[in-house]
Each structure stands twice: as C-alpha cells, then as structure tokens.
T-cell receptor
Framework: GENVEQHPSTLSVQEGDSAVIKCTYS??????FPWYKQELGKRPQLIID?????GEKKDQRIAVTLNKTAKHFSLHITETQPEDSAVYFC????????????FGQGTRLTINP | DVKVTQSSRYLVKRTGEKVFLECVQD?????MFWYRQDPGLGLRLIYF?????MKEKGDIPEGYSVSREKKERFSLILESASTNQTSMYLC???WGSGDGYTFGSGTRLTVV
C-alpha cells in the first residue's frame, strides 16, 4: 500500500525566513497531494493541494512542488510569520472504493520572533 | 462552509466499556473517514465509508467497528475500550475522488 514519509519532524525558523517541508510517497498511482495545517487544539485544515498533472502551485506565501518521477513533493512557506506556527501534514491519495488519503507523520513548525 | 461535527470534544471511559463516537456532516458528502492521531505517527486511517451501509477497513481497524446507516452520519465503535486506544480521533468527509477532506474538531478519548 501507499506509504508517505515526511521530514523533518520539527522545524524552527526565524520570522521572515523560509520554511521547507518534504514528503515522499511510494505508490506511483497517487494523483492528489494536499497539505494540511493544524494549529494547537484545532482541526486540520487544507491549505494547498496539487494534482499529478501539475508541477508547482502557489498561493500567496505558500507553494507546493511535485516531482512525479522522484515521487516527492514539498511545501514552501516564504516570509514566515508567527501565525505560521503549527503542525503541517502532507498526504497522498489512493483509490480503494473511495479516494482515501495516506498522511505523513507531521512536521511541527515553530516561527521564532 | 462544510461542517463536520463530532459529538464529544473530550471523553473519559473505563477499560472494557463499549464506546461510541459520532460524526455528522451537513453537505451530502459521499465519503466519510475515521482517523486516529498520535504524536509522531501522524493520522492513521481506521475505517472509511463511501456510501450508506458501505464500510472499508483502513490501516488499523483492530478493536474498532463502524456504522453508517444514514449518509450524513458515521459512527466509530470501540467494542471493548483498552488503554492503548487513548488517542485523538478525527472524523473527516469528502466528495468523490480528487478532493481534500474536511475534518471535524476531534474527540480526545482517554481510557482509564
């Protein structure tokens, strides 16, 4: 089955710097890759996603890149702000009756003022 | 806005009790999911359902069962709660293929 590995598990950056979180997946049939942000005590929320026919997608300060050949995708956050502090999860989709998501282990991002 | 509502935010149950976790979504989503979230392990899929009365095992179904009698409601059942089922439980729903999930707020279950 699909396996998603996420690195690093913790990341600390200075406010204003960039942060990069990387994920790899194993199933070449996966075609949808969302990223979720979970603030302390809150539900995970979708922040950006990318489909397998696209190599890069950007939304203001966040961007996601996908390398299908290498089976890895990354989240890039530029000009980080204190409110970016959260746990971030990547996921890859597989079809088994329904489309289901397999999640990475999560990255705790801390923005230092 | 899609709403996914989990009936309890916090629960404390005793070992051996039968536990019901309820999840309701209000946007006619076909798919519903139950995950558990543990530090360092991410979100792991317990069960999911893509239609009323349909259910499929996820990656860690042991000790759990589910029920989906109506499209909007998906229940997770712990047949005999054990301490290793202490965790955060997240319900999610989605349309068909190619869409992200909307999550509920989670139920933090403690089994003592």
């Amino acid at each position: 089955g699909e396996n998603v590995e996420q690195h690093p598990s913790t990341l600390s950056v200075q406010e204003g710097d960039s942060a990069v979180i990387k994920c790899t997946y194993s199933d070449s049939a996966s075609n949808y890759f969302p990223w979720y942000k979970q603030e302390l005590g809150k539900r995970p929320q979708l922040i950006i996603d990318i489909r397998s026919n696209v190599g890069e997608k950007k939304d203001q300060r966040i961007a996601v890149t996908l390398n299908k050949t290498a089976k890895h995708f990354s989240l890039h956050i530029t000009e980080t702000q204190p409110e970016d502090s959260a746990v971030y999860f990547c996921a890859a989709s597989i079809i088994q009756g329904a489309q289901k998501l397999v999640f990475g282990q999560g990255t705790r991002l801390t923005i230092n003022p | 806005d899609v709403k996914v509502t989990q009936s309890s935010r916090y629960l404390v149950k005793r070992t051996g009790e039968k536990v019901f976790l309820e999840c309701v979504q209000d946007m006619d989503h076909e798919n519903m999911f139950w995950y558990r979230q543990d530090p360092g392990l991410g979100l792991r899929l317990i069960y999911f359902s893509y239609d009323v009365k349909m259910k499929e095992k996820g990656d860690i179904p042991e000790g759990y069962s589910v029920s989906r009698e109506k499209k909007e409601r998906f229940s997770l059942i712990l047949e005999s709660a054990s301490t290793n089922q202490t965790s955060m439980y997240l319900c999610a729903s989605s349309w068909g293929s190619g869409d992200g999930y909307t999550f509920g707020s989670g139920t933090r279950l403690t089994v003592v």
